[in-house]
């Protein structure tokens, strides 16, 4: 006779996580309030490029400050959505859209420490989604950079993590495309490479050359974004040519 699987445990987490989406949203709810702040005036400049250019603007030339294409394209996406019909631009949304995205980086934090038998795990991502260390990036319009690019670096170890347990190249091609868009959205995430190195040392307590070939298409992105991180700090952001 086949037994029902029990579902209890996998529905467990669903309480611990809605408790963990309020918190994190209503701790953020002030920030809706904030406006627009120090450099945010950059967003209506990039808005107008593309506007003016379209989307290879930001994708396909060296037109933009710095080469963060998936986080233009983002503002970009909210301004035809919420703005375009109405001038000026309405910060609202912006912190809105800059809050959910945080709230998912702490349910990824959350699962990804439980995946690893981290005690606390939960504990751990209520503490992240609440310290002051991140409001600066979630609160400030124009910092959408850091949390999009770290929702898509913890995707990336979260699929690694299911490649590494279950196999599959769908996996494997999720964890990678993670990791593009994170570093497409800023190179701060460029240490990718070496955690997962660090995630198989942690789960098997060594690393084999297996490890090394699977970490090097991350790697390959790595640098090579990296170089052109650097090139756009250097020449556009500061040398502002």
């Known amino acids: 006779m086949n037994s ?3 579902t209890s445990a996998e529905r467990a987490w669903v309480p611990q996580a809605g408790l ?10 002030p920030s809706l309030d904030a406006g627009f702040v120090w450099n945010d005036d950059d967003l209506d400049e990039m808005l107008a490029l593309i506007d003016d250019e379209g989307l290879d603007a930001v994708w396909f030339s060296t037109r933009s400050f710095n080469y963060w294409p998936v986080t233009w394209t983002s503002y970009w996406v909210e301004h035809k959505v919420f ?3 109405r001038k000026p631009l309405r910060p609202a949304h912006y912190h809105v859209i800059n809050v959910l995205v945080h709230a998912v980086s702490c349910l990824l934090l959350w699962r990804i420490l439980v995946r690893l038998g981290v005690p606390g795990a939960w504990l751990a ?4 989604a609440v310290h002051p260390v991140n409001v600066e990036s979630v609160a400030w319009i124009t910092q959408r950079k850091n949390v999009l690019s770290l ?4 995707a990336a170890l979260r699929w690694w993590l299911d490649f590494e347990r279950h196999g599959g190249r769908l996996r494997y091609g999720l964890s990678l495309a993670s990791f593009l868009l994170g570093m497409l959205s800023k190179g701060a995430v460029i240490a990718c490479p070496l955690v997962l190195l660090l995630l198989a040392w942690w789960q098997r307590g060594r690393i084999v050359r297996r490890d090394v070939l699977r970490a090097l298409p991350f790697l390959v992105i790595a640098v090579l974004l990296g170089i052109s991180e650097v090139w756009f700090q250097h020449v556009r952001a500061i040398g502002g040519e």
Request: net charge negative; glycine share 4%; aromatic share 16%.
């Open 4 to 6: 029902v699987p029990d």
């Open 20 to 29: 963990l989406l309020t918190v994190t949203l209503v701790t953020f709810l």
């Open 83 to 85: 703005d375009e019909a």
């Open 125 to 128: 991502g209520l503490v992240f």
């Open 151 to 154: 929702v898509f670096y913890l």
